[in-house]
């Protein structure tokens, strides 16, 4: 099967100095939503726009659906749907007519323009203000109708760069739930930049996070959530008496561990792995005479993975905060 | 890409102008009132002084077509702040991820900017006739006359869609802008004859495309003289072929 986006040692340098993409290879499946997650000023929209043809990568290569997106530009461009980070629909139009006109730059026929308009904004929640003017559209509203122009293509790949930014929860849940009933009916591919980690753990088949042009980790969120090996365990101390340096440095000392640290009462252990982590952490700390009322065990989430991979914070060292 | 579909993206250029024009027609009336002023105070005033020789035909009639010209080319020249505009948000980015071809978008949104600049010319017209300036009573030449407007306008358009792929901020642009509108304008046969230019104007004023624009607009609405006409319009549709491609070939480059 062809990949939906099959990207290989991709750079990208701007101006002969900013290098925003540093060697990224990167594959998405037909039909699957990718999720590309980075800190601000990682590459993620350069990527984007290099993928929707804007402009040239510096080197290496890129496809959709086995077309190079410089070579073949022109066929690319027509199966791709695409939401830049900025506004992009015109104000001093209203909602109806900016789909009306898109319609008609994407040659949508005009036996069915007047139904495929009317379906996206139904689609996006838009019917009550179709006729009004865009510049009097809450940001939110600007928003849904940016996506409600790029579904009505049908493209085989949608790109969103930031797709729901700026839009309250109920919106973005609102949308996703739209976009991926789209993409059930549809099978389209979607690539999404985005900064909300629960977004992309909900919605996305996979993820890939870039740091500084360079792809970090990519997998699934479960896998990647995994790969953080890192789970902490929390001991309540029951009458209040705080482990010693002595035992808190034997539990370090354990291979499992990767480190421990005291916050009042409480004992915090971070572990690769809890399960087999507690019996000897349990072990040490009741050859010394410790006892706790209470143990709970927290696994990583996705903002976790995040700051693991693409943050500043790192955990090994992590002095306070584990 | 097909003829098709680069006409398709014309006519949706074209559309959204309009659409864009009904919307909001106040930028139409505003910037009548400067033109209105030229034939109004300028014009009637040195039609008393006679200073200037127009073979004949009152000094209003004589900058009449001029005055046309040189509304509907700043519509032209600042549809490029338009696009600006998109530039700075998403809009230029999505429009040249679209399966349409730059020439395509281009001539488009320059024929767009043209329609722009007649609906412009339009309502100077009525005001000009009002004025007691005489028109050649011909509704073929009156057309022709648009038709010259237009593609002039069209032409203006598409270099100042080549000014902001180039400059792509606001400032910069209206700063050219401006340096260029008045100048083109003097250093052409609007408001007096060539002849009376000094000799490096004139060398300047022949290479002006406006020049032969007011000379066929003046030909076909005011002193019927003809005569011209395949020169100056031979001109004006080499000075849009090299424009429009100009302005093409740089487009792309508008959102890097
Ligand atoms: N047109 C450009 N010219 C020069 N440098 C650019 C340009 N666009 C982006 N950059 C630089 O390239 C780097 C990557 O930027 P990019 O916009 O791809 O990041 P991003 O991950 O999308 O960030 P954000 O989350 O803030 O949108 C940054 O250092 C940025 O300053
Ligand atoms: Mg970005």
Known sequence: MTLAIDVQQLTKVYNGRIRALDGIDLEVKAGHIFAFLGPNGSGKTTLMRILTTQFRPTSGQASSFGLDVVRDSAEVRKIIGYVPQETSVWADISGFENLLIYSKIYGVPSGRRKKAVRQALQRMGLEEVATNMVKTYSGGMVRRLEIACALLVEPRILFLDEPTIGLDPSARKAVWQNLTSFKKEHGTTVFFNTHYMDEADLYSDEIAIINRGKIVKSGTASELKQSLRSEILRFYSEDGNNVDERTLNDIRDLSMVSNATLHGPRLDVAVEDGERALPLIIGVLSRAGFTFSRISSAKPSLDDVFLRYAGQINFKEGGDDL | ?256
């Open chain 2, 1 to 256: 890409m097909t003829v098709n579909d680069s006409f398709r993206e014309m006519f949706a250029m074209i559309e959204l102008e309009m659409r864009r024009l009904r919307h909001d027609r106040t930028e139409i009336y505003t910037r009548a009132i400067q033109p209105i002023l030229w034939l109004g105070v300028f014009g009637s005033v040195m039609s008393q002084v006679n200073a200037i020789p127009t073979g004949g035909i009152p000094y209003i009639d004589f900058i009449t077509p001029g005055v046309l010209l040189q509304s509907t080319i700043f519509v032209s020249v600042f549809y490029g702040l338009t696009i600006v505009w998109e530039r700075e948000t998403g809009i230029l980015k999505r429009l040249l991820v679209a399966p349409a071809s730059r020439y395509a978008t281009v001539i488009g949104r320059s024929i767009a900017s043209g329609v722009r600049a007649v609906v412009q010319a339009l309502i100077i017209f009525p005001v000009a006739l009002l004025l007691g300036v005489r028109f050649i009573p011909n509704p073929f030449y009156i057309l022709a006359a648009f038709l010259v407007l237009f593609l002039v306008s069209g032409g203006f358009a598409a270099i100042s869609i080549f000014v902001a792929s180039v400059m792509k901020t606001r400032e910069r642009f209206m700063g050219l802008g401006q340096a260029l509108i008045m100048p083109l304008f003097f250093a052409s046969n609007a408001l007096y004859p060539i002849k009376m230019m000094p000799p490096a104007l004139q060398y300047i004023a022949v290479m002006n495309p406006l020049t032969y624009a007011v000379d066929a607009v003046r030909g076909l609405m005011i002193s019927g003289d003809v005569s011209r006409l395949a020169i100056d319009m031979t001109a004006i549709i080499i000075f849009d072929i090299v424009v429009f491609t100009v302005a093409s070939l740089n487009f792309r480059k508008i959102i890097e």
